[in-house]
Structures are given as structure tokens and as C-alpha cells.
């Protein structure tokens, strides 16, 4: 059987338009995906713990925020829990440490956030819930990638 080659540059006009077309579209389905996930987590974790917001697009925004911001801050925070835990024997403490380390960059974006929109109101104990809630998942998930 002959080989064929399908390399973009050897496509024609019609058929680079529908792969770049599909790709587009698989990029924005599971953009959506991860925010709707992101959405409906906080949305039951906000009724869970009483959480008040005027209404479904603030919570939309409020999560959209978290996740830019939180992408931004856990890039210093998670070198510097690499960086710490290299330093520390025993795989509990290592794993203390870590959660440490994300209830801290996780709180800082909670308040940054929370701080900046009026439609959403967090109490201080209710941020510490989540942001202890946040390192503890983003802990877990982090060290079983790793093994």
C-alpha cells in the first residue's frame, strides 16, 4: 500500500481551512470544558459554604480571574515550593510543605480577587476553607503526576 502524505503544506486551500477549523474548534471545547468545570466546582464549593453572588456572570468572571491570576502567581509560587522541598527529607514534610505553599499563593489570589469584585463576597474564614481545599487538590494531583 502507497504511502500518503498528508502534511499541511501539501493540503489544498479547502481542506487547511477545515483542519485549521477543527483544530480551532477542539481548542475551544476544551477551553470551555476546563472553565465549566472550574464553574460548577466553585458553584457547589460557594453554596457548600455560603458564599453570596449577584449572579452567574459575576461567578463566571470571578473564576476566569482566579485562573488567569492563579496561573500567573503559581508559576513563582510552585519554583519556590520546588526549590524548598529539595531541601527537606521525609515525604511528609515535603508534602506539608508543599500544601503550605499553595494555601499561601492561593489565599494571595483569593483576596486579590475577592478584593477587586463587589458582586462576590468571601468571608477571611471562608478563603482560608478554599484556599486550604485548593492546595490540598493541587497537592494531591501534583505528586501523583510525579510518581
Known sequence: ???QDDSFKNMNKKE????????SLLIILVTVFVLGVFLFGFAGLFTL???DYH??????TFVIFLLILGSAVDIVFDTLAERTVQYISGNVKSFIMQILIGFVS???????VDGFMDSI???AET??????FLAL???????KKDK
Open 106 to 112: 492561593n489565599w494571595i489570589v483569593l483576596v486579590i
Open 16 to 23: 487547511k481551512t477545515a483542519t485549521i477549523i477543527g483544530i
Open 137 to 143: 487538590v493541587e497537592s494531591v494531583f501534583d505528586n
Open 121 to 123: 463576597m468571601i468571608s
Open 55 to 60: 449572579s452567574v456572570w459575576s461567578l463566571v
Open 49 to 51: 459554604l455560603g458564599v
Open 127 to 132: 478563603k482560608w476553607i478554599i484556599a486550604l
Open 1 to 3: 500500500m502507497p504511502h
